[in-house]
């Protein structure tokens, strides 16, 4: 696959979108772990936190990758992503409690690598979608994408709450792109893409129709419920 192709740019903008929204959760898990840390051990627990679960999304990327040539997975695959997006929207805020705080470095990144490893399978299911050209995972988008995880997490996690906060439509915005991808599962899907390839040509059409449909249903349900409040 050559770099620095058209196509090759929008996907790498879409793994880096996808990655920037989906790991502040991840921040937030880090930060919590390891607040009872100070100093050096602080910065040990996010720093080898952090990296022991981007190789765990390594190694969920890779067994994702084989699984995903299995017919009817892939639309799992959708599925999964429409919820990873709805629960973007409605389900951000983390549960403290179920956060266990960290007494030592090495606890505290046990903690994280395992609170990761359990949030991660939805993540890269969303990466590895975004790193598709042609039908094909790109493996350098891919590396791409678990590459900057690390930098994402450890130094994203104040900013990206600070710009949700002061623009909360990039919440939409970032869901959108999620039920967009579940779309492209759904045609690339083994078992579905031989009666959807007649439709392949307006695929992107019914994912943006999707996506914008989706979005406008969210927001209004949650205008409801604050309005219910």
Same mark, same amino acid.
């Given at each position: ?33 390891? +607040? ?7 910065? +040990? ?11 765990? +999304? @390594? ?7 084989? #699984? ?10 959708? #599925? @999964? ?6 629960? #973007? ?52 988008? #891919? ?16 900013? @990206? ?34 009666? @959807? ?25 949650? +205008? ?6």
């Amino acid at each position: 696959m050559d770099f620095m192709t058209g196509e090759w740019l929008g996907r790498l903008v879409g793994v880096l979108v996808v990655n920037l929204i989906l790991s502040g959760d991840n921040a937030v898990v880090i930060a919590m772990a390891a +607040r009872s840390l100070e100093g050096a051990n602080r910065r +040990r627990a996010i720093i080898w936190g952090a990296a022991g679960a981007v190789i765990l +999304r @390594l190694v969920f990327a890779a067994v994702i990758t084989f #699984l995903l040539v299995i017919p009817f997975l892939q639309v799992v695959g959708g #599925l @999964l992503l429409i919820w990873i997006a709805w629960r #973007l929207i409605h389900d951000s805020e983390p549960e403290e409690g179920k956060i266990e705080a960290g007494q030592s470095a090495w606890q505290a990144i046990r903690i994280i690598i395992v609170a990761d490893a359990v949030m991660s399978l939805d993540n890269v299911i969303a990466l590895v979608q975004a790193a598709r050209i042609g039908g094909e995972v790109s493996t350098s988008l #891919l590396v791409i994408g678990l590459a900057t995880t690390i930098p994402l997490v450890v130094f994203g996690a104040a900013i @990206l709450t600070s710009l949700l906060d002061r623009f909360p439509v990039l919440v939409y915005v970032g869901a959108g792109l999620l039920v967009y991808l579940a779309v492209e599962m759904f045609f690339s899907d083994v078992f579905l893409h031989h009666y @959807l390839e007649p439709y392949a040509s307006i695929e992107w059409i019914v994912g943006i129709a999707a996506a914008a449909l989706f979005t406008a249903v969210a927001w209004l349900w949650t +205008r409801r419920q604050k309005e219910a409040h």
